[in-house]
């Protein structure tokens, strides 16, 4: 592996044969998690591919003719040509090799594989899930010198590195960026010595024999795993669901809903939590107007006569969202009348979507804790689950309120009774 400057790309590159190009940056998170990545796979497919990093602050000029825009970018070249996609951010190994592996033969590739040794390593306390609460849990455990790692597919952060604003996480006078707080909280973490495998691919999970295997060839053992693997928020799948969620599409009232003073709101789900929120955002919108499939709300009898009672909201039966477009600073959703197939446009100031979470225990393997009906974790006071020596924390768990808050409070329990036992 090398370094190079704007001044050898000539040489290294288009003159270079097969090379991959890691333009990275300093204070760059996504940077620290690819960095081993780079330097192990430097290793396996360095004799056939030459790896190469770059300086993207001291290399401007060359990083904008090459469209790099972001840290880490890499790049891939054959004979001076680019080839095959760039990949850039939360950069995972099974991304990198599933390019390298286009770059030599499949004998090649076979051969490399197969020199591929697999690692074990042991600590005592395994995180599953970088959120708040993961990240709350990993600063106590390392404070108080317990040998943790936290082990996360994305960066770390969960919801609160994508909230636009957090105003009511304690501490800061003013509303913060998620991904500041994301940025302030693992950096706290990191600063206490944990390690951190983010943006990993999680190959399996053990929860009986605490065994996590992370890009297939890694094994995780630990003493005691704490789950804070999170939610999932229902979608829709509709064109334009992705493309605007956190930019005009939200999944949290109490979160964004006091952005729409006096605006208007259209609101999809007509269960107990869409009809709750519905209610929390007349609090601040001028009208709602909700979107529901059936002819009838399904949320319980108080809050539909608290609806029926409130004048700002209306609802649209036997409606279902088909696309989403932004139109200005307007939110356009086009919705099908179910009984007439008509087609119609609903222009709002913004979008939330109620259609229920799903937590995150499919990840889990095969042995998984008690859950309550609905698939969230049950713990004891103490975050313990069913399992001996699995801990459970944040959104994940049977609770009442999901907030960052109360995220950060479930991974402090945790993490002090494991100090306790350890
Ligand atoms: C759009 C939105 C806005 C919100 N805004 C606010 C707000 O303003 N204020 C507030 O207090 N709360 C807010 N919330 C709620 C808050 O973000 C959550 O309650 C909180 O993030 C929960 O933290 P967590 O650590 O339990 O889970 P998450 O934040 O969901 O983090 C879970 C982590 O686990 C990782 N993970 C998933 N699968 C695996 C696996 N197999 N192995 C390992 N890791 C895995 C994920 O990548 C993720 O990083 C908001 C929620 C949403 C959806």
Redesign the pocket.
């Known amino acids: 592996m090398k370094e190079i400057n704007a001044i050898d790309f000539e040489k290294e590159v288009i003159n270079g044969g097969k090379v991959i190009l890691d333009f990275y940056s300093t204070e760059c998170p996504p940077c620290e998690a690819l960095a081993p990545k780079f330097e192990a796979m430097a290793e396996l497919y360095g004799e056939k591919v030459k790896f190469l990093k770059i300086f993207r602050q001291g290399n401007r000029e060359l990083a904008t003719e090459l469209g790099v825009s972001s840290s880490p970018t890499l790049l891939f070249f054959e004979n001076g040509k680019q080839i095959l996609d760039t990949i850039s951010g939360g950069i995972k190994k099974s991304e990198i090799v599933e390019r390298l592996d286009k770059m030599v033969s499949p004998e090649e590739a076979q051969a490399i594989k197969a020199n591929q040794k697999p690692i074990v390593s042991e600590y005592d306390v395994a995180i599953?899930?970088?959120?708040?609460?993961?990240?709350t849990a990993g600063i106590y455990l390392g404070q108080a010198k317990i040998k943790t790692v936290l082990?996360?597919?994305?960066?770390?952060?969960?919801?609160?590195?994508?909230?636009h604003?957090?105003?009511?996480?304690p501490g800061f006078e003013q509303p913060q960026p998620?991904f500041m707080l994301a940025h302030y909280m693992s950096e706290q973490a990191k600063h206490t010595g944990i390690d951190f495998k983010v943006a990993v691919d999680?190959t399996s999970?053990d929860l009986v024999k605490k065994e996590i295997v992370i890009d297939e060839l890694e094994t995780i053992r630990a003493k005691k795993i704490i789950i804070?693997?999170?939610?999932t928020?229902n979608t829709m799948n509709a064109p334009g669901e992705k493309e605007y969620k956190?930019k005009g599409i939200?999944?949290?009232a109490?979160?964004?809903a006091k952005y729409f003073v006096d605006k208007e709101v259209t609101v999809i789900g007509g269960g107990n939590s869409a009809v709750e929120e519905a209610l929390f955002i007349t609090k601040f919108a001028s009208k709602v107007t909700m979107i529901h499939q059936f002819d009838k709300l399904t949320a319980n009898q108080t809050a539909i006569e608290q609806l029926q009672a409130n004048e700002k909201i209306s609802v649209m039966y036997e409606h279902e969202p088909r696309k989403f477009e932004k139109r200005g600073n307007k939110m356009v959703t086009f919705v099908e009348d179910l009984k007439t197939k008509e087609l119609k446009e609903l222009e709002s100031d913004g979008v939330f979507v109620f259609i229920g979470f799903k937590s995150?225990v499919e990840?889990?393997g095969k042995h998984l804790p008690d859950m309550n009906n609905w698939g969230y974790i049950l713990t004891d006071e103490d975050m313990k689950t069913s399992i001996p020596d699995v801990f459970a924390?944040?959104?994940?768990i049977s609770k009442k309120y999901?907030?960052?808050?109360?995220?950060v409070a479930?991974?402090t329990i945790a993490a002090i009774t494991i100090s306790k036992e350890l």
């Open positions: 599953l899930g970088g959120g708040p609460a993961g990240l082990i996360d597919p994305a960066l770390p952060g969960g919801y609160m590195g994508i909230t604003q957090v105003s009511n996480y998620g999680i999970v804070a693997t999170g939610t928020p956190g939200s999944y949290c109490t979160c964004d995150n990840v889990l924390i944040g959104d994940i999901r907030q960052i808050t109360t995220a479930d991974g």
